[in-house]
């Protein structure tokens, strides 16, 4: 009997750590960490948000992406739901958009023709128009985290891959990465008085796999009136 609840007690303990167990975001090939911008498209069926108009801007914004199947108990992401499908692409509140989007299209209020954020296979999971540089500066820029990259190498351009940060103007244009590769964007905040933007990233410096305490943070800053966003290295520690 004693072994058998031995036994018991050490399957359960196997079960919970491989429950516990994270998947890594960066998969390491032959000692080098790679950049995979291919991922299978799993997608069946692609449909845009209705057009938002950012206060203060002259484009609509038009969010795409996959429409979501749910099971019968499931909750749909959004309010529209029909037939347990989400048609709800992206949330949207005043200056911000969020949701999981493969593109943002563009067009200005005048006319008819509709433009890309990019040709890239990507996720979007924020685009936050700089209101208080804008109002500021009369300069018009969005800024974005998003995944641009399967790092962790499962055929997918997700959540559970890198997130980075780019910044482009309100129209869309000078669409430009921020972050280094392979470098986690932790968060990002906006200093006016400077017209700069700051972010932290942190490095997998012991190629785990993994983002931990035993990595490094970088921090970082870009003029946003500058004509090139160079991002410059500062350390506050």
């Not at 890309?116 to 500021?136: E, N």
Request: some cysteine; glycine content about 4%.
């Amino acid at each position: 009997m004693k072994r058998i609840i031995t036994s018991i007690v050490l399957l359960t303990a196997l079960i919970s750590c491989k429950q516990e167990k994270e998947t890594p975001k960066v998969i390491y090939e032959d000692g080098k960490s790679k950049v995979g911008t291919t991922a299978k498209d799993t997608a069946s069926f692609k449909v845009a948000d209705l057009p938002i108009l950012m206060e203060g801007t002259q484009y609509l914004i038009h969010p795409v992406g996959d429409i979501r199947v749910y099971d019968t108990d499931s909750k749909a992401y959004g309010s529209s739901k029909t037939n347990q499908v989400s048609y709800a692409i992206s949330n949207y509140n005043r200056f911000e958009i969020t949701g999981y989007f493969d593109n943002l299209n563009f067009q200005h209020i005048d006319s008819t023709n509709v433009k890309p954020l990019t040709d890239k296979k990507i996720q979007i999971q924020t685009a936050t128009f700089l209101d208080g540089i804008a109002s500021k500066t009369k300069k018009q820029i969005i800024a974005y985290t998003l995944v641009d990259a399967d790092t962790n190498k499962d055929g997918k351009i997700n959540q559970n891959d890198i997130k980075s940060l780019y910044l482009s103007t309100a129209s869309g244009e000078n669409f430009t990465k921020l972050s280094e590769e392979f470098q986690e964007l932790i968060d990002w905040n906006i200093i006016e008085a400077q017209n700069r933007l700051y972010f932290r990233c942190i490095e997998d410096i012991n190629k785990n796999g993994a983002f931990d305490k035993n990595d490094k943070v970088h921090y970082h800053y870009v003029n946003l009136l500058a004509n090139e966003w160079k991002v410059e290295v500062y350390n506050p520690n």
